[in-house]
């Protein structure tokens, strides 16, 4: 079985700030997906990042950087200099590959970024 | 725009009704899954079709049944509906679904249902 643990639910920062992630991972496969969406106000899913289970090099896009440990089944994602339009819940998801494959999600946490 | 459509955006309904939700997937993409976002139990999987015929199925209860059509639209139908079945309902599509959860998967704007 899979499992993904967002054990943050709510994070709250001032403009500017830098704000950090969690996402834990539980999987039995070695080959599996790591992934990150964002939930605006709107509603609609937007794709950020998707990272494969033998690439652990990190990535930076732009204010956004993601940090995938295999060692302890993190991928964690960071926004710096955090804007009032980062707002909204963002999702980590895994997915193994195979017949059955399905994506997993994480319950999701809420960043808010007042001005 | 992520070029995945679903009709209608909202759908209010009662308890004991029949819904029937519709996906049109990108231009090319020949999976479509489908998508439960609840207060309850957050973003589960419900779905998948390849091609037109189920791929893989996750947390989808015996009420709900789902379709892929020649034309690679979906529907979901959604019976003896129940409060508890107030949701977001997303469908998403990916490329080839041969390794689909390898592929990226696209997002529709999602139906909220408000079952009263």
């Known amino acids: 079985a899979q499992k993904v643990t967002q054990a943050q639910t709510e994070i709250s920062v001032v403009e500017k700030e830098d704000v950090t992630l969690d996402c834990v991972y539980e999987?039995?496969?070695?080959?599996?997906?790591l992934f990150w969406y964002k939930q605006p106000p709107s509603g609609e899913l937007v794709f950020l990042i998707r990272r494969n289970s033998f690439d652990e090099q990190n990535e930076i896009s732009g204010r956004y950087s993601w940090n995938f440990q295999k060692s302890t089944s993190s991928f964690n994602f960071t926004i710096t200099a955090s804007q009032v339009v980062d707002s909204a819940v963002y999702f980590c998801?895994?997915?193994?590959?195979?017949?059955?494959?399905?994506?997993?999600f994480g319950k999701g946490i809420t960043l808010s970024v007042r001005p | 725009d992520s070029g995945v459509t679903q009709t209608p955006k909202h759908l209010i309904t009662a308890t004991g009704q029949r819904v029937t939700l519709r996906c049109s997937p990108r231009s090319g993409d020949l999976s479509v899954y489908w998508y439960q976002q609840s207060l309850d139990q957050g973003l589960q999987f419900l779905i998948q079709?390849?091609?037109?015929?189920?791929?893989a199925k996750g947390n989808i209860l015996e009420r709900f049944s789902a379709q892929q059509f020649p034309d690679l639209h979906s529907e979901l139908n959604l019976s003896s509906l129940e409060l508890g079945d107030s949701a977001l309902y997303f469908c998403?599509?990916?490329?080839?679904?041969?390794?689909?959860?390898?592929?990226?998967?696209?997002f529709g704007p999602g139906t909220r249902l408000t079952v009263l």
């Open positions: 998403a599509s990916s490329a080839t679904g041969t390794d689909p959860i390898a592929d990226e998967q696209f």
């Open positions: 079709y390849y091609n037109g015929e189920e791929r």
């Open positions: 998801a895994l997915s193994t590959t195979g017949a059955n494959s399905k994506l997993t």
């Open positions: 999987t039995r496969d070695t080959t599996y997906y």
